[in-house]
């Protein structure tokens, strides 16, 4: 900048910022409202891809679960989509980044997108527009309720699973994420939390914990002092799922850097899209190579989960970490996940999709990796996942406990067994398909 | 040596397989079935058109005993397929000829 | 732009157009070929996604129909994308969009790209690359006999199909779509269909309703006056194919702003996403609602037409309501679904998958509805929607009585039973599953 | 250029270029940086789209396999891209871009990417940023082992197969890519192969071939002189499948331009989508029309492999071709298909997806097809085919053949009749429906 | 009591039920399964290659009744499943020593 | 007419119906069933726990002949079906009162 000035005719000097060029002047960096576009144009980009990610987790959960409740998983997790999307706009957005405010909590009241054809000095040119960016953010809530939705599978009743969701889009996730990426607390104290390994994922996790400890487990699972398999009716939709997610967090993580007009953030959202691919693929072969040593044989589910859990993983620093360090981050989440889903078992909590293993331990982990190659202190990143597991965790257990002692959110024995669709749809996801 | 016929509801079939492994009986054929019986004529509605589900998802059981068994095990499948709501299921007991088992080619109870 | 003249020394106005930096001339504006840049990749990357509704809308449909059509379904799906792209390329495009002409009827030849490396003086600087618009409006004439396809499902004869989805992509669709999009006399009239509820949804939906009436319903559907429902035989795929259509609508509404260079422009597009997918998601719980409290149990399937049909409803003027507006034009698209199906049924029209609720219906409100937000007058709405529906449906009958008249459009009464895939294709989608 | 500066004053001349002015010194382009940006974000979308390919792949394979076998499809192709994501950043993408070398082979190590926020003078700003190469890259090798998984799925072990895999993305390809790609000796002698009808598909095709050649066809699938068809199990997901690949390949011919920054490169990639296109529906519908010639009824799953065979054969020069050569190009593509796959039959090489034919013979087509639109010379082309090939299949064959002699390669008997599912993995995909 | 099993073209399924109930029938057992028969051997073709397609979709009927109601029931059947083309189907009568409700414990033809 | 019923491994089914053709049968009843018998008891692990699978898929074939064939019919498959390894499968023979076909009306051995 100084040198520029100093070479630079005096008419010149006065001419140009006028003719908007002034947007040019900083090397590196394409003129300002190119960068507005192109920042904008990311979160629509990345936007779009995690909203696809409802996709995933419908295919994903309906693989996994018993075909006697595909169709309600079906209209759950569409459902619950369409509930966050209305939800963040009337509340949610503004209460999660609601500019200056006392760090811990202030009610937003519904959305106001830019005007139509927004004049530039209107617009936030050295960011976005708001509509790219509540459209970006408001995927990201979908995500949470999508993670508690296939935990909770095959026993939850239909309408108080969706209350547990609207007041998860629209009052607890924003608040707790208002600490952090609303510029609250948490981020004052350099909590470090990119994409949303807790922000996101361990919150869905938490919510999702409390909702199988207080629905207890489906019937037969656990019996004799032994864990029943209740496998999966479709593996190639779980395996679409798994697809579907993976390529939603190429937006997921790349749309974090919140930024695509310079060289350098171009360069980082790239740098994103290397490593978040390599912790999905380590995560991935880690549960391949774990589940063949330990049981003798791949188990297709597992590795599905761990390239789920390698994602997680790098969803709270998908940016500083080398490619190895992005291997090795993933690997040690899809471990996680093998070691996990068991032990789940084994204190009888029913997690029908292995959404906590998942989304809660290896978001733990997530979180704390920050420490090896981003600017992070571990006491400060323990910090934010206690702070985000209590709130979450006791707030969802609360809103759990009032709506099983009023509506009730457990099916009836006998509609379980006949399975969610008959019962709850009066519809079967597979009609004519004998089952088994 | 008499085939029994059983139609139960679906989700008693692990434990009635128990029940009968325990009452001596070492193989059965299971088939999915539907049943259509006094248990039907529920209304459902798709897409806004109201109809009829006249048939029920049932497990059918053929099992092949001695003669002297056959009654035990009526009574076994009996006690374990209760719930004593409509659509419990029904036995049927017929005569066999001749059984035979393919692989040592054991005949009649020898190969049960 | 008079200021900016005043300001600049002479030597700089000369100097600088040629430089080509005059492309920075207006404020709020990014470069000239930059802004055609950004214009051309919003169509491919809008292209793409609207692409992929083929594939939404083949799996909406092989999900509705019973398994022993799937296969069918799928042949007709992806014949009528190809076929469609080879008769946009023929004809179509430039009898759509034939430049100066009588507004009523001018046909076109093939479609000719720029050349390979095209110099910026040989390029529509203003606008976008030949390829990237040709793309984008080919994928929307699919869409359209995407719609048709369903509606005439489980008892159509493949080619003589194909044939009216030859006529409708080369012929039908394009006159009728220059009338608006090609600068004809209803866009002189102040006509306003933003993205083609009108253009595309209904024409599409008109097309399929002359279609039902001429082929008849399904044997066995409406017997001793009652309607007889056949159930789909999965809705997993159904509600992916939703997902997916979902998705692809960001592109439909989204690249419909046809410019996105400017603050302005990429503004409305993230305002349009924004938009979209609120009426998605209101459309979705507004049938949700309305099949619990009708009927007492939610019906996915209906949920599944209800946020396809919010999405139609707001394709008409997806950039001018505020999300408030997104919401409830997009919910009372929802409920018009949950009426309008069973009405079908009493007329004994016989819509496999509700082809014709979400987009003639849901498409002429949406084209009413420009009336609230957007500058458009009620009757010049009314001429427009008559007009559409008169040709197409018209065109439509006509081209289906002939085909009636000479190849026969039904398949035989046993052929009908034994499903149209042994019949037509030899060939099971589901070879292995047992059928009831 | 020469114009311009002509009429420059002295002193812009001077002060522009530190300005960062220089970049928009070049009429039709856009400033250096934004080319950057724009060429990183090709690469970006570009990728993410050849990405979601691993998941066309996987429906397709799982559609067009027994049921007993789906489940271990799906852990195939997870695998396989996870592996090649690993095996090409410890070794292939340096291997297959070495920079000057021999022009035969020069072993690469780990990638490493742009540092963080990398400043525009570390970045190279002529072309895109390190990680969006990398990425981009690395999507196209898993592509060419999941054309292997395809072929010689229902029989083949799977450890034994990741193994190949490893040596396939790891050595095999990076080694012949470098021959073109890399400027190795096929590019100096002016072989042509813009987006890899050759260097990725042929490729996969040969490796492929061994494979069937080696491993020998299923059991029953050849018996008293007959072909006995094994009918896939889910030609829905098939055709899913198909659908999601025609989307990928946008991104695989699109994102080959490697430049979008400028006019002439963003309407070349609108261009190549366009043609893409063109050569996907006419390879479809050439399909459609030979089948239901040469046996009365068309075949689904022919028209699939006769869209992807259009789709390879204008993979090596999507560009050049007008619509209408697109047109053709693609048709013949599907035509080949129809008649190579029972021309396979014949010689009892059992390709289970028809993967040989869409990959190998329509690449071998493509490749030589470049003469006619493209500046390409039939002996070169013909030259790096014979190259490709002989280098591939024995370097595969070989492979094969170690397998073979020490781990073995194929499943027992009676584990192929009871279906991999059951015996690798001890899980199965659909564990509820009933099998024929 | 007799168990009568019949064979018929699936599409024909809801009219004989509707027959056999107007006839008395309270209940019955309906089974997906392939028939192999004289309708068979016509050809297909897969991907090239042709190819005998020998199995048939049939729905297989069992009903247990009265003796005395057999012959009427078979009448039933015949009349309602006939459609005169090749595939219409065969019924089998087998004799039935026992049966039993299980929910009730009713036996014989009280429990049909 | 007796009535047998064989279950065998699925993958035999091709040969068998073969055989059976041979010998003259013309017709036959095709299921897909579970089996339970002695070849069962292996355990399989998913997602770490480890279970028994108790069913085996097999496929039960129901052929309606003539008495004096019976034997042949059953000594075709014993011969075809075997592989000598466990879970081979059995055979059972009942007793037939009545056979008709539906599209002729013709009774008995005729029918069959
Ligand atoms: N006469 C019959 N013949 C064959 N199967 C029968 C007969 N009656 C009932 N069933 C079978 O028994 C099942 C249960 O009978 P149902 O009448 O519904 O209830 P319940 O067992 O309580 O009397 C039916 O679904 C059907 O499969
Ligand atoms: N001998 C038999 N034993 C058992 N089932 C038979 C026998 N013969 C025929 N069937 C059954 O009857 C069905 C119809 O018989 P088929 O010979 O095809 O025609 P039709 O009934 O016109 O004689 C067959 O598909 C099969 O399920
Ligand atoms: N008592 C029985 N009644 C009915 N079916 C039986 C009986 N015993 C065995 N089966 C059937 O025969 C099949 C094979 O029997 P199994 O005991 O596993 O092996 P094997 O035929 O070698 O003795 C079983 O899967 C089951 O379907």
Redesign the interface.
């Known amino acids: 900048m100084n040198?520029?000035k100093s070479?630079?005719?005096a008419?010149?000097i006065?001419?140009?910022p006028?003719?908007?060029?002034a947007?040019?002047?900083?090397?590196?960096?394409?003129?300002q409202?190119?960068q507005?576009?192109?920042t904008?144009?990311l979160?629509?980009?990345a936007?779009?891809?995690v909203?696809?990610m409802?996709?995933g987790f419908?295919?994903l959960e309906?693989?996994l679960v018993?075909?006697k409740n595909?169709?309600m998983q079906?209209?759950k997790?569409?459902?619950l989509?369409?509930?966050a999307?209305?939800m963040y706009?009337l509340v949610g957005f503004n209460t999660m980044y609601p500019g200056d405010f006392n760090g811990f909590f202030a009610l937003g009241g519904?959305?106001?997108?830019?005007a139509?054809?927004?004049?530039?000095?209107d617009?936030a040119?050295d960011y976005?527009?708001?509509?790219?960016?509540?459209?970006f953010q408001?995927v990201f809530v979908a995500a949470t309720a999508s993670i508690v939705s296939g935990a909770v599978a095959e026993r939850i009743k239909?309408?108080p699973f969706l209350i547990f969701v609207i007041v998860l889009t629209g009052i607890l996730y924003p608040i707790s994420g208002s600490w952090k990426w609303g510029g609250g607390w948490l981020d004052a104290m350099g909590f470090s939390d990119f994409a949303g390994s807790t922000v996101v994922h361990s919150v869905g996790g938490w919510a999702a914990l409390a909702g199988c400890l207080i629905l207890g487990p489906r019937i037969?699972k656990y019996k004799d002092g032994k864990?029943?398999?209740m496998?999966?009716?479709?593996?190639?939709?779980a395996?679409?799922g798994?697809?579907?997610l993976?390529?939603g967090w190429?937006g997921f993580n790349?749309g974090s850097q919140l930024a695509?007009?310079?060289?350098?953030?171009?360069?980082?959202?790239?740098?994103?899209?290397?490593n978040t691919?390599?912790a999905?693929?380590?995560g991935?072969?880690a549960a391949?190579i774990m589940t063949q040593v330990?049981?003798?044989?791949?188990?297709?589910?597992?590795?599905?989960n761990g390239?789920l859990a390698g994602l997680v993983s790098i969803t709270a620093e998908p940016?500083?970490p080398?490619?190895?360090g992005a291997?090795w981050i993933g690997a040690v989440g899809g471990i996680i996940v093998?070691f996990a889903?068991?032990m789940l078992?084994k204190f009888k909590i029913d997690d029908v999709v292995?959404a906590i293993p998942v989304h809660l331990f290896a978001g733990i982990w997530g979180t704390i990796a920050v420490i090896f190659y981003g600017e992070a202190n571990l006491i400060t990143q323990l910090t934010g996942i206690v702070a985000y597991g209590v709130f979450t965790f006791v707030g969802a257990a609360i809103l759990w406990t009032i709506l099983k002692a009023t509506v009730g959110i457990r099916v009836s024995e006998e509609d379980e067994?006949?399975g969610l669709d008959m019962a709850?749809?009066?519809?079967?996801?597979?009609?004519?398909?004998?089952?088994? | 040596m008499k085939l029994i016929i059983a139609t139960i509801k679906p989700f008693k079939l692990e434990e009635v397989r128990e029940a009968l492994t325990e009452a001596g009986v070492r193989g059965m054929m299971v088939t999915e079935i539907k049943g259509f019986g006094s248990q039907s004529g529920h209304t459902e509605i798709y897409r806004g058109a109201e109809y009829a589900v006249n048939f029920v998802p049932k497990i059918k059981l053929e099992i092949v005993v001695p003669a002297t068994m056959a009654d035990q095990i009526l009574e076994t499948i009996t006690k374990t397929a209760k719930t004593g709501k409509i659509g419990d299921g029904k036995i049927f007991v017929l005569d066999v000829e001749q059984a035979l088992r393919v692989r040592t080619g054991e005949t009649n109870e020898e190969a049960l």
Chains 1, 3, 4 share one sequence.
């Open positions: 040198l520029m070479l630079i005719p008419a010149a006065v001419a140009l006028q003719m908007g060029l947007q040019e002047a900083t090397p590196g960096e394409a003129a409202h190119t507005y576009i192109f904008t144009l979160f629509l980009m936007g779009f891809l909203f696809f409802a996709a419908a295919m309906g693989g018993r075909s595909v169709a079906m209209i997790n569409i459902a989509f369409s509930i999307a209305i706009w519904p959305t106001v997108l830019d139509v054809g927004v004049a530039p000095e617009a040119l976005a527009s708001i509509g790219s960016d509540f459209f408001l239909l309408w037969g864990v029943h398999p496998p999966g009716s479709n593996l190639a939709l395996t679409l798994t697809f579907i993976w390529l190429f790349g695509m007009g310079s060289v350098g953030d171009v360069s980082d959202v790239s740098r994103i899209f290397a691919n390599m999905a693929a380590s991935a072969i391949l330990l049981y003798k044989k791949p188990d297709l589910t597992m590795v599905l390239a940016l500083a080398t490619l190895f291997l093998v889903v068991p078992d292995g067994i006949n709850e749809l009066g519809m079967e996801a597979y009609p004519e398909f004998s089952k088994g």
